[in-house]
C-alpha cells in the first residue's frame, strides 16, 4: 500500500528527535516533495526561492534567524498561491523547530551523516546515512532497523544504499556491526570506533556495561551470563542483521527439571491463590522451592502469598531474598537471557546440577532463607 506523500511528510516533520534530524528532513523529505509538484506559475519563483533557503540550510547546517524569516514568509506566499500542502508541512517545520530549540531532547546516543549522492537513476538526494542507531530512547529508529527501512535511499527510485551501521539495542544485548564488504583495515577502523562509542557514551545508553569487546566468529549475539559486558558482533548480511534484531528473546530463562511433583505442586499453588487460600498456597510454593532452590521467582510466590496471608515480615524477608538470589543466579549465568529459536548456545553451568542435588550452595548465605520455607513448607507459622 502506497502511503499518502503529503502525510508522510507531516509525519517526518513532526517526529524529527532534534534539530539536526529537523534539518535533515528538509533534504530527505520536502525537497523531493517540492520537486514533485506541478506548481502553478504564480507559485513557480517562491518554490524556487523556497529550494534556495533550504540549500543553504543544508549546506550550513544551521539555521540562521534569516532562514526562519524566510520560511515564515515562502509558507505565507505559497499558501496563497495554491500550495497549501507545502505551506502547512513549512508551518509545522518551524513550529517543530522553536519547540527543539527550547526544550532540547535528551541524547539518544545515535548519530547520522546528512550525505548528498547521485544515483544510477539520474536523481540526486539528500539522505540520512545513520552511523550508530542506539534503541534506548529511539523506538523510531529501533522499527527502521527491524523493518530495514534505515538504510539511506534514492528519492527517485527507492534504491537502497547499504553503509556501516553501528546498531545497539543494550535491552536485547545487541551490539552489531554491520559491515558488508568492508576490508579488513576498515572493519578494524570500524570495531575502534564501536568500541570507543561503548566506552564514552552514558550509562543509561548502554544499560550499565562497563566492558566491550569483539567476538569473532561467534553466532551470537546473547545476553544474560554477560550483564556488564557489551559484546559487539560483525553482521555481514542483510539476512542475519533482520533475523537478529527481530528474533523473539526470552527474559530470564534457566534450565529446570521436569518432574510430576513439582508440576501438580505449582498447579494447586496456583489454584490456591485463585481461591485466596494464601496460607495453603504459599506452603505448597515453599514445597516447590524445595524441589528445586535455583527458583527466585517461586521464592517470590511464597513471600506474596505470606505478605497477603498477614505475615509481612517473613513476606519482605523472602521477597527481598528472590531479588538477590535473581541476581546471584544471573551472576553464576545459571539465569540468562537467550533467544527463544536456541540456535544460541545457552549457558550450562555445572552449578545448576549442584542445586539441583544438594541446594543452594553454603558460601551464597541463604541458609536462613531455606530454613524459613522449610518451617513454610511444614506449616510452621
Ligand atoms: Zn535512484
Same mark, same amino acid.
Given at each position: 500500500?502506497?502511503?499518502?506523500?503529503?502525510?508522510? %511528510?507531516?509525519?517526518?516533520?513532526?517526529?524529527?528527535?532534534? *534539530?539536526?534530524?529537523?534539518?535533515? *528532513?528538509?533534504?530527505?523529505?520536502?525537497? =523531493?516533495?517540492?520537486?514533485?509538484?506541478?506548481?502553478?506559475?504564480?507559485?513557480?519563483?517562491?518554490?524556487?526561492?523556497?529550494?534556495?533557503? !533550504?540549500?543553504?540550510?543544508?549546506?550550513?547546517?544551521?539555521?540562521?534567524?534569516?532562514?526562519?524569516?524566510?520560511?515564515?514568509?515562502?509558507?505565507? %506566499?505559497?499558501?496563497?498561491?495554491?500550495?497549501?500542502?507545502?505551506?502547512?508541512?513549512?508551518?509545522?517545520?518551524?513550529?517543530?523547530?522553536? /519547540?527543539?530549540?527550547?526544550?532540547?531532547?535528551?541524547? #539518544?546516543?545515535?548519530?547520522?551523516?546528512?550525505?548528498?549522492?547521485?544515483?544510477? #537513476?539520474?536523481?540526486? $538526494?539528500?539522505?540520512?546515512?545513520?552511523?550508530?542507531? &542506539?534503541?534506548?530512547?529511539?523506538?523510531?529508529?529501533?522499527?527502521?532497523?527491524?523493518?530495514?527501512?534505515?538504510?539511506?535511499?534514492?528519492?527517485? #527510485?527507492?534504491?537502497?544504499?547499504?553503509?556501516?551501521?553501528?546498531?545497539?539495542?543494550?535491552?536485547?544485548?545487541?551490539?552489531? /556491526?554491520?559491515?558488508?564488504?568492508?576490508?579488513? @583495515?576498515?572493519?578494524?577502523? /570500524?570495531?575502534?570506533?564501536? +568500541?570507543?562509542?561503548?566506552?564514552?557514551? =552514558?550509562?543509561? %545508553?548502554?544499560?550499565?556495561?562497563?566492558?566491550?569487546?569483539?567476538?569473532?566468529?561467534?553466532?551470537?549475539?546473547?545476553?544474560?551470563?554477560?550483564?556488564?559486558?557489551?559484546?559487539?558482533?560483525?553482521?555481514?548480511?542483510? @539476512?542475519?542483521?533482520?533475523?537478529?534484531?527481530?528474533?523473539?528473546? !526470552?527474559?530470564?530463562?534457566?534450565?529446570?527439571?521436569? &518432574? /510430576?511433583?513439582?508440576?501438580?505442586?505449582?498447579?494447586?499453588?496456583?489454584?490456591?491463590?485463585?481461591?485466596?487460600?494464601?496460607?495453603?498456597?504459599?506452603?505448597?510454593?515453599?514445597?516447590?522451592?524445595?524441589?528445586?532452590?535455583?527458583?527466585? &521467582?517461586?521464592?517470590?510466590?511464597?513471600? $506474596?502469598?505470606?505478605?497477603?496471608?498477614?505475615?509481612?515480615? $517473613?513476606?519482605?524477608?523472602?521477597?527481598?531474598?528472590? +531479588?538477590?538470589?535473581?541476581?546471584?543466579?544471573?551472576? @553464576?549465568?545459571?539465569?540468562?537471557?537467550?533467544?527463544?529459536? &536456541?540456535?544460541?548456545?545457552?549457558? $550450562?553451568?555445572?552449578?545448576?546440577?549442584?542445586?539441583?542435588?544438594?541446594? %543452594?550452595?553454603?558460601?551464597?548465605?541463604?541458609?536462613?532463607?531455606?530454613?524459613?520455607?522449610?518451617?513454610?513448607?511444614?506449616?510452621?507459622?
Amino acid at each position: 500500500m502506497k502511503r499518502d506523500p503529503t502525510k508522510q %511528510l507531516f509525519e517526518a516533520v513532526t517526529n524529527a528527535y532534534d *534539530v539536526y534530524e529537523l534539518i535533515a *528532513v528538509l533534504g530527505t523529505d520536502l525537497l =523531493p516533495f517540492v520537486e514533485r509538484l506541478s506548481p502553478p506559475v504564480a507559485a513557480q519563483s517562491v518554490l524556487a526561492d523556497l529550494v534556495g533557503v !533550504i540549500e543553504s540550510i543544508l549546506e550550513e547546517v544551521e539555521v540562521s534567524p534569516s532562514d526562519l524569516e524566510a520560511l515564515r514568509s515562502v509558507a505565507v %506566499l505559497l499558501a496563497e498561491r495554491g500550495i497549501p500542502d507545502v505551506a502547512t508541512a513549512l508551518h509545522l517545520w518551524l513550529r517543530r523547530h522553536e /519547540l527543539l530549540s527550547t526544550n532540547p531532547q535528551r541524547d #539518544c546516543g545515535s548519530e547520522f551523516d546528512l550525505v548528498r549522492f547521485d544515483c544510477a #537513476c539520474g536523481t540526486r $538526494s539528500w539522505a540520512t546515512a545513520w552511523k550508530v542507531v &542506539n534503541a534506548t530512547y529511539r523506538p523510531d529508529l529501533q522499527e527502521r532497523v527491524q523493518g530495514g527501512t534505515i538504510f539511506p535511499s534514492c528519492s527517485g #527510485c527507492g534504491t537502497q544504499y547499504y553503509a556501516p551501521l553501528f546498531y545497539c539495542d543494550p535491552d536485547r544485548g545487541e551490539y552489531l /556491526l554491520f559491515a558488508p564488504g568492508v576490508d579488513e @583495515e576498515e572493519f578494524k577502523s /570500524l570495531l575502534d570506533a564501536a +568500541m570507543g562509542y561503548i566506552q564514552h557514551v =552514558p550509562a543509561d %545508553l548502554r544499560r550499565n556495561v562497563s566492558n566491550s569487546g569483539y567476538y569473532q566468529g561467534f553466532p551470537g549475539p546473547w545476553l544474560g551470563p554477560i550483564d556488564d559486558f557489551a559484546a559487539i558482533f560483525r553482521v555481514d548480511s542483510l @539476512e542475519l542483521l533482520h533475523e537478529i534484531v527481530t528474533e523473539d528473546l !526470552i527474559y530470564d530463562a534457566q534450565a529446570s527439571q521436569v &518432574n /510430576l511433583e513439582a508440576y501438580g505442586l505449582g498447579v494447586h499453588a496456583r489454584e490456591a491463590v485463585e481461591r485466596g487460600a494464601m496460607g495453603e498456597a504459599a506452603r505448597l510454593f515453599a514445597r516447590l522451592f524445595l524441589t528445586d532452590q535455583s527458583q527466585f &521467582n517461586v521464592l517470590h510466590e511464597i513471600g $506474596s502469598c505470606l505478605r497477603a496471608a498477614g505475615d509481612a515480615a $517473613s513476606g519482605d524477608f523472602l521477597t527481598d531474598a528472590a +531479588m538477590r538470589l535473581r541476581e546471584k543466579l544471573r551472576a @553464576e549465568k545459571v539465569v540468562y537471557d537467550g533467544r527463544a529459536s &536456541n540456535r544460541y548456545p545457552s549457558p $550450562s553451568p555445572a552449578v545448576i546440577v549442584e542445586i539441583w542435588g544438594r541446594g %543452594l550452595p553454603a558460601e551464597w548465605g541463604y541458609e536462613a532463607v531455606v530454613a524459613r520455607v522449610r518451617e513454610v513448607a511444614d506449616g510452621s507459622p
